[in-house]
Structures are given as C-alpha cells and as structure tokens.
C-alpha cells in the first residue's frame, strides 16, 4: 500500500498521444501548457531512435509505415531524409481535426530541451531493432546529453534492451556526468517471435514461480545499474510493488487510460502513470485523495 509520505508522478505518453500527434513539437509545447495551468503535469514519456548517420529521432515505431505511410525502416534513414519526411496520424484523429492539423515534420531530439523545462520526471525510451549497435548507440546519445543544456532536467533513460542497459552504466562510469536508467518490461513472452535475445520474458504469473521471475528480473534490474522499472499496467500486483521496494526500484506503469484504474495502482504504491490523455488525468486524477 501507498506510503502516507509518498508521492506520484502523472505523464504523458508520446507527450499527449490521445490529444495532438504523437512525439512531435507540438504535441510537446502542448503538455507544456498544461503544466502551467493551476494542476500542473509532472513530465513527458517518449521514444527516441538513432539514425543511419548516428543523430536521434523522436519517433516510437521502427518504420515509418504508420505516420508517413513508408516502409522504411528508421535506422536506413540519414537525418537529412527524414527531415523531409512529413507525419501524420489521420486513421486515429480524422473525425477530431480539420485536414492538415496532424501533419508534422519529424523531431530531432536536438531540439527538444525547450520544451521539457520546469517538469519534474521526463522518461526518454530507447528503442533498438535487430541491427543496433549498442556500444554505438550509447557513445552518441551520452555525447549528445553532455551537452550543458540536458544536465539539469530530470531525465531517466529507459529501455526494454539490456544490452542498451549494459553500455549506458559501462560508459556512464568514465562520464563527469550520470543518468538515472530504467528497465522496461512487457510480457513478450506472448510474442516470442518479435522479442530480441536482449529483452526480459516478463509475465509473472499469481504463484511461487511469478513471484521468483520477478525477484529474478528485479535483481538483473539492480545489476545493470537501474533505479526503476516501467511495467505494462496490468502485471501490477500489491506483491510486485512490494517486492521492488525491497529492491529499491520505483515502478512506472504504462499506458493508463482510464482514471479508475490509476487511480487503484497510485492506492498500492505506484510511483509513476503514464497516460495518453494528460488533460483527462489532470483534471480527474489530482481531485483524487490517496
């Protein structure tokens, strides 16, 4: 159960997906708004990929078939190429939007740091494939946040690879620098067919054998260095919170989008909601007394 003492934070998936495009500008000056406001949001969720030439992207998927129709995959893609690339999420706002409100250019991930000041917990998902590089990947992405401008936001690197994991505290080690990093599980062990050798089979089941998975996973958590775990709402259980106390690891929950429920995992001592619909949440979910 919730500590009296304890507190939570509420962010936004993708910044605001249920309410402007998915990780683009934005959307991103959109849950900024919102923070200003007299409930204020906590912080932001989003995804960011490595290009061919080593810049990043704020993009979730691994091809660009779903916001720009083309098979592509990410990773091919120089930055130059992309930048040409227009967004787009009609299938799912059509009926909400005029034509042509939805459509943005991809987001670097260099020009992001506007618009993620004055939030207390930003969570920054690295998303690999089967051809990343790990070592690779990392020495970019901690070139690019030792730039001044990403030292002061709360920022937890998180991912479901852990060999992403693995190079982030490897490397972190000889940095003047350090970022707190978070191992993301989902129970892909339904999917085993689209789960990478690097990603935890996660799907704890309600007995002896569940509650040693999590001790198993929560313990490789703490060893690649990681003061959080992100889990798929629904493996939620009171014994899992417990158990990650025990261990020292504050768990997130994802993706949340109905009030009750989060209101029900903030009861048992989550420390962190994600939710598609940010303005929804504010506007129900702080009038909630834990």
């Not at 190429?81 to 939007?97: H, K, N, P, T, W």
């Not at 998180?158 to 970022?179: A, G, P, V, W």
């Not at 990478?196 to 313990?219: C, E, H, R, Y």
Request: hydrophobic share 40%; glycine share 4%.
């Amino acid at each position: 159960m919730r500590h009296p003492n304890q507190t939570y934070y509420l962010l936004g998936h993708r910044a605001a997906r249920a309410e402007r495009l998915e990780n683009c500008q934005d959307g991103f000056a959109y849950v900024q708004q919102l923070q200003k406001h007299g409930k204020q949001l906590d912080g932001v969720e989003f995804d960011i990929q490595m290009t061919a030439d080593g810049r990043f992207v704020v993009v979730h998927d691994e091809t660009l078939n779903r916001l720009a129709r083309q098979q592509s995959w990410i990773a091919d893609k120089t930055w130059a190429e992309l930048d040409a690339i227009v967004q787009s999420d009609y299938g799912r706002f059509s009926q909400c939007f005029e034509l042509g409100f939805l459509k943005h250019h991809v987001l670097l991930l260099d020009d992001l740091p506007p618009y993620l000041q004055h939030f207390r917990h930003i969570e920054l998902e690295i998303k690999t494939h089967t051809k990343t590089q790990p070592a690779l990947l990392v020495k970019n992405l901690l070139r690019l946040l030792s730039q001044e401008i990403w030292q002061d936001l709360p920022i937890t690197l998180t991912s479901f690879d852990t060999d992403i994991l693995y190079q982030i505290q490897s490397q972190q080690q000889f940095l003047h620098f350090h970022f707190p990093t978070g191992l993301l599980l989902e129970p892909k062990i339904l999917e085993p067919e689209t789960m990478m050798a690097s990603q935890i089979a996660f799907l704890p089941t309600p007995d002896a054998a569940g509650k040693n998975l999590i001790l198993q996973t929560f313990n490789r958590a703490c060893a690649l260095g990681c003061s959080q775990v992100g889990i798929y709402y629904p493996l939620i259980t009171p014994t899992l919170l417990e158990i990650a106390k025990i261990y020292g690891l504050t768990v997130t929950a994802w993706t949340v989008n109905e009030v009750d429920v989060a209101k029900r995992l903030i009861e048992i001592g989550v420390d962190c909601v994600i939710t598609d619909y940010p303005t929804q949440f504010l506007t129900q979910l702080y009038d909630f007394n834990v």
